[in-house]
């Protein structure tokens, strides 16, 4: 299932809604709220979304299906693991966030979902933990599907665009938030015929959501406690300690193939020399410099540095 030609894609609110939403992200999307922050803009987010999930249920052929979605619940993500489980992860590189969004949906939803697909009845044979080849194809594109409705439902707003890097049932396998993190959880419930009860669960990191409102800056997403930043010297001031092969080369003379082979001891290959030679740091150019002598050896003074991308 490809954006291209999607018929599940969710259209763009009209003019007249986004002029109602707006679109100032500092007052859309936070709120300062008594004991903590607030997050007004995901309820519109959770409603489109809602509707859109609706549709994307029906189409995969379960017509009758509702989805009711509940207020966002503040969770640490070790505790949305948990009672996720078991399920299906997927996770989402989602600029402008500085963090990911992830999706959850139970394992056996999942194995439903299939077998309707299929032409099946939607019916569970038996719990089992390994999925098929098919299985693990129809999570993959039942994932990118989920990403272009979070897309419409935030397209009109911030312009959140997540793009699917990760499909895994294991959640230590995320590599993508702290247990102790904290997250905003959307639950949207299904409704109807055998799906009825199952969940598909939807999180944002709170700082990254914070850093987009411009409550505070989210470089990561959440400031380095003391242990992090004692491991974090540690590492550099061993980092100092590296030790990396510097090389220049004087000369690169070139001969033929017949003067090669007729090479004897005592024949002399003629070398030009340039006044500048390349220096190179782990097989990195790394600067230029002319060839001397320093303290009766012969050495090499550094008269350019390269700079790197980023000019430094």
Same mark, same amino acid.
């Given at each position: 299932?490809?954006?291209?030609?999607?018929?599940?894609?969710?259209?763009?609110?009209?003019?007249?809604?986004?002029? &109602?939403?707006?679109?100032?992200?500092?007052? #859309?999307?936070?709120?300062?709220?008594?004991? =903590?922050?607030?997050?007004?803009?995901?309820?519109?987010?959770?409603?489109?979304?809602?509707?859109?999930?609706?549709?994307?249920?029906?189409?995969?052929?379960?017509?009758?299906?509702?989805?009711?979605?509940?207020?966002?619940?503040?969770?640490?993500?070790?505790?949305?693991?948990?009672?996720?489980?078991?399920?299906?992860?997927?996770?989402?590189?989602?600029?402008?966030?500085?963090?990911?969004?992830?999706?959850?949906?139970?394992?056996?939803?999942?194995?439903?979902?299939?077998?309707?697909?299929? =032409?099946?009845?939607?019916?569970?044979?038996?719990?089992?933990?390994?999925?098929?080849?098919? &299985?693990?194809?129809?999570?993959?594109?039942?994932?990118?599907?989920?990403? %272009?409705?979070?897309?419409?439902?935030? =397209?009109?707003?911030?312009?959140?665009?997540?793009? #699917?890097?990760?499909?895994?049932?294991?959640?230590?396998?995320?590599?993508?938030?702290?247990?102790?993190?904290?997250? #905003?959880?959307?639950?949207?419930?299904?409704?109807?015929?055998?799906?009825?009860?199952?969940?598909?669960?939807?999180?944002?990191?709170?700082?990254?959501?914070?850093?987009?409102?411009?409550?505070?800056?989210?470089?990561?997403?959440?400031?380095?406690?003391?242990?992090?930043?004692?491991?974090?010297?540690?590492?550099?001031?061993?980092?100092?300690?590296?030790?990396?092969?510097?090389?220049?080369?004087?000369?690169?003379?070139? %001969?033929?193939?017949?003067? #090669?082979?007729?090479?004897?001891?005592?024949?002399?290959?003629?070398?030009?020399?340039?006044?500048?030679?390349?220096?190179?740091?782990? =097989?990195?150019?790394?600067?230029?410099?002319? %060839?001397?002598?320093?303290?009766?050896?012969?050495?090499?003074?550094?008269?350019?540095?390269?700079?790197?991308?980023?000019?430094?």
């Amino acid at each position: 299932m490809s954006a291209k030609g999607n018929p599940f894609k969710a259209p763009k609110a009209p003019a007249a809604k986004q002029a &109602e939403t707006g679109t100032d992200k500092s007052s #859309l999307l936070l709120r300062k709220a008594e004991d =903590g922050y607030a997050f007004p803009l995901l309820e519109t987010v959770a409603n489109q979304f809602a509707r859109s999930l609706r549709d994307l249920v029906r189409a995969l052929g379960a017509p009758t299906v509702q989805v009711e979605r509940a207020d966002a619940e503040p969770m640490r993500f070790a505790d949305w693991c948990a009672a996720s489980a078991p399920a299906i992860f997927w996770r989402y590189h989602a600029p402008p966030l500085k963090g990911p969004v992830l999706v959850a949906g139970a394992r056996p939803l999942l194995l439903q979902l299939v077998d309707i697909f299929y =032409g099946g009845k939607g019916q569970l044979a038996s719990e089992r933990e390994e999925l098929t080849d098919a &299985e693990d194809r129809f999570a993959a594109r039942l994932g990118r599907d989920l990403g %272009i409705q979070l897309a419409a439902a935030w =397209g009109d707003k911030i312009g959140l665009a997540p793009e #699917l890097d990760c499909v895994t049932a294991d959640p230590a396998k995320l590599a993508a938030v702290r247990a102790d993190d904290e997250l #905003l959880v959307q639950r949207f419930t299904l409704r109807g015929g055998v799906l009825d009860g199952r969940i598909i669960a939807c999180t944002y990191p709170v700082a990254a959501l914070r850093g987009i409102a411009g409550a505070e800056p989210a470089p990561d997403l959440r400031d380095a406690s003391p242990a992090d930043a004692a491991w974090t010297g540690a590492l550099n001031d061993t980092l100092k300690t590296v030790r990396l092969p510097v090389r220049s080369v004087l000369a690169r003379p070139e %001969i033929s193939l017949v003067k #090669l082979l007729a090479l004897e001891v005592g024949d002399i290959i003629p070398l030009t020399i340039p006044r500048n030679v390349p220096i190179t740091v782990a =097989g990195r150019r790394f600067a230029a410099g002319s %060839i001397g002598e320093a303290n009766g050896n012969a050495a090499i003074m550094i008269e350019h540095i390269e700079k790197g991308p980023d000019n430094e």
